[in-house]
């Protein structure tokens, strides 16, 4: 029932669309003897409009990592004997807590780093860090800063990446392995992260249709036509800080929970060295800027600060969610902004509500699958279509099918183009349950292909209905055309698009997204011209009117657009109307219901049952005077047990 999404088909036709396809690489504390490290995943976050299916995909996820777990589980108790005895013992942390450590930091453009005497690669040098301490710091906080400029190479400013190289040695300590006597293996621990992204910026070949200019520049016009509509750009971002995990949990090698296994490094000696974390998950990706010619010096602001064991399992698990997502095929072009959003929502609002609007989205997920449930429920079950508006099933189907080709015609993830194409297979199977299809051979398509025949229900058309239903849609026509043509024009003059093809898709969409909650109004007249309100599905209707109240709260509470709020404002009052219906209308108790069956063959099918007993019980004689009825039975008087009063003097007279 909500239709609150009011994004304009404009936008989604921009001249120039950026779009942020992260590689970077997991900021993974290894040994000094440089171990491969595992790639990282941007975060990959949803909007409000989004976090009901952020909820469920968290659920899911966290269902397929039980099964896994349990797979892995199974592995273990299968490995070999010596792995067997390692993983009976618990490792400790290599380094204690208040050991004095010594934090170096390298900038360059080689994923393996070794050039350690070379000074202008030393980013930042920090001495006498003790590990675990909350209160260093001018702040007291545990935190320190560092700014400086890097210098931009050739390299770097051609799409070449950057990485930044974090080595922790205990005090005293070098991390170059060349120097002997001061480097040790298990006293150096490392993290490598590329520091730069790539983001993709992809260049639509837009212009008015009627005049062919463009807001494209020559430049970006002369770019996608030499190297494409797609051209990858590295973005730099000012701000990092580097996280050490102030953490002593004895882990067992083999048995460290996911996420975290992949951020565990053990040594040989029977221990583990320290989790340190390249955190860049607070960095918003409108802030990346890129890296060209015109960017000769990158400006650079580290902090370090420690983090507890919590918060490291937070941000792995977002990372392990970006895993998930891009191999279910979540990669929409508008990911950028929507993570940004949350990002921003987590930031400014209360956490307390904050955690009450996750809680709520779960909440508006399963009543999103209830009113699926029992919509399909209804339509299933339906024998009669007296009072349902048929013209609104074609038209669903209308609206499923433009909102599908618009999403095909422009760049969509995988995820949302199957979950389009399902709604259309159901819409379209409803029309099955509300006509009745044929194959006409009789006239064949080119000669072999035979046409379909729609032909109504007897329900439908000997009822009032059907003359109710297209009498509301004439009344609807008359608002509804003026409306499409007057978007129409102003489209194809303001907009630009790619031809009149995807003209047609985004004017259909955007007008339908704007005013596509007209098309509940036949329903209403329908009910008002039956003056019944019995065969609507209710089930279905109260659950997505509770979804839209949801949506009402946070709309105002969580910054939206004022557009969204406004929609989610018009579905309201579209189902006020149906409550005010369904008191003013009392119940009818001759309407057919979703069952075939009537309010009135339920009444006679009791009082049938009240007047079979009754049959099988003669009624007593409760008057002294009345006479007993007459028996009709052959069999003598004294044999039928009828209870009766004993007789008065008078009637013994009488005798």
């Given amino acids: 029932m909500n239709m609150a999404d ?29 171990t491969n490290q595992q790639p990282q995943q941007p975060p990959r976050q949803g909007t409000w409009q989004v976090l009901k299916g952020v909820a469920f995909r968290m659920f899911v996820i966290y269902m397929i990592m039980s099964f896994f777990r349990g797979r892995s589980s ?71 800063t560092h700014t400086g400029h890097i210098e931009a190479t050739e390299g770097m400013m051609n799409n070449g990446s950057i990485y930044m190289h974090v080595y922790f040695t205990k005090h005293g300590y070098s991390p170059d392995p060349s120097k002997r006597g001061r480097f040790a293996r298990k006293h150096t621990v490392k993290a490598t992260k590329m520091i730069n992204r790539f983001k993709k910026r992809k260049f639509s070949k837009t212009k008015n249709l009627l005049t062919g200019a463009t807001d494209a520049t020559p430049e970006m016009l002369k770019i996608a036509e030499n190297e ?53 998950y607070w960095n918003l990706a409108s802030e990346y800027t890129p890296i060209n010619d015109t960017t000769p010096q990158l400006l650079l602001t580290l902090t370090y600060t420690p983090i507890s064991l919590l918060k490291l399992q937070f941000y792995a698990a977002q990372n392990m969610r970006n895993q998930w997502t891009m191999l279910l095929g ?60 048929v013209r609104s099933v074609f038209f669903g189907v209308f609206q499923s099918l433009v909102v599908l080709l618009y999403i095909l015609d422009n760049e969509t993830n995988f995820v949302v183009k199957v979950s389009v194409f399902i709604g259309l297979l159901i819409d379209c199977w409803k029309i099955t349950k509300v006509t009745t299809i044929q194959f006409d051979r009789d006239n064949m398509i080119l000669g072999i292909i035979p046409k379909l025949k729609f032909q109504d229900k007897a329900s439908y058309t000997e009822s009032a209905t059907k003359h109710y239903d297209m009498l509301a849609f004439k009344y609807l026509s008359w608002l509804l055309f003026p409306l499409l043509i007057a978007y129409g024009i102003y489209s194809v003059i303001y907009q630009e698009h790619k031809g009149w093809y995807s003209w047609v898709l985004n004017m259909l969409y955007g ?36 979804n839209t109240f949801i949506d009402d709260i946070f709309a105002f509470v969580i910054k939206m657009p004022t557009l969204y709020r406004i ?34 063959m339920h009444i006679g099918t009791k009082d049938d049952e009240q007047k079979g007993d009754g049959d099988a019980s003669p009624p007593a004689v409760t008057d002294g005077d009345a006479t007993p ?25 009488e005798d």
Wanted: proline letters at 5%; glycine letters at 6%; hydrophobic letters at 35%.
């Fill in 74 to 144: 199974d592995k273990t108790a299968d490995t070999t004997e010596s792995q067997s005895v390692n993983s009976g013992k618990f490792a400790e942390n290599l380094f204690a807590k208040g050991t004095q450590l010594d934090m170096r930091i390298y900038i360059s453009e080689d994923e393996f780093f070794s050039d350690f005497n070379n000074s202008k690669s030393l980013f930042w040098e920090l001495n006498h860090v003790e590990y675990g301490d909350w209160e260093m710091g001018e702040l007291g906080d545990g935190t320190f």
């Fill in 6 to 34: 009011n994004s304009s088909a404009g936008d989604a036709a921009a001249a120039v669309n950026q779009s942020g396809d992260i590689q970077a690489q997991n900021g993974q504390a290894v040994a000094g003897d440089g």
């Fill in 511 to 546: 007008f339908l997204l704007t005013f596509g909650f007209i098309m509940m109004t036949p329903q209403l007249f329908i009910n008002y011209k039956l003056k019944s309100v019995a065969h609507l599905p209710w089930r279905m209707l109260t659950y997505k009117a509770l």
């Fill in 330 to 389: 979540d990669e929409a072009p508008d990911d950028d902004e929507e993570q940004d959003t949350l990002k921003r929502a987590m930031l400014e609002t209360n956490p307390y509500l904050l955690g009450l609007t996750f809680v709520v989205s779960i909440v508006h997920s399963v009543f999103e699958f209830l009113a699926f449930k029992n919509d399909i429920q209804f339509w299933n079950n339906r024998k009669s279509l007296e009072g349902l508006s």
């Fill in 228 to 280: 494409g509509s797609v051209e990858i750009l590295s973005h730099w971002h000012p701000n990092l800080t580097v996280n050490l995990v102030d953490d002593h949990t004895p882990w067992r090698e083999g048995s460290v929970p996911q996420p975290l296994d992949q951020y565990v490094v053990f040594h040989a000696s029977g221990g583990y060295f320290p989790i340190v974390y390249i955190n860049d």
């Fill in 629 to 653: 009825p007459a028996v009709t039975d052959s069999k003598p008087q004294e044999e039928v047990q009828t209870p009766v009063e004993p007789k008065s003097a008078a009637d013994k007279k």
């Fill in 567 to 600: 929609g989610c404002l018009r579905d309201d009052v579209i189902f006020m109307i149906f409550l005010y219906q369904k008191y003013i209308y009392p119940v009818d108790y001759k309407r057919v219901n979703e069952f075939g069956t009537t309010g009135e």
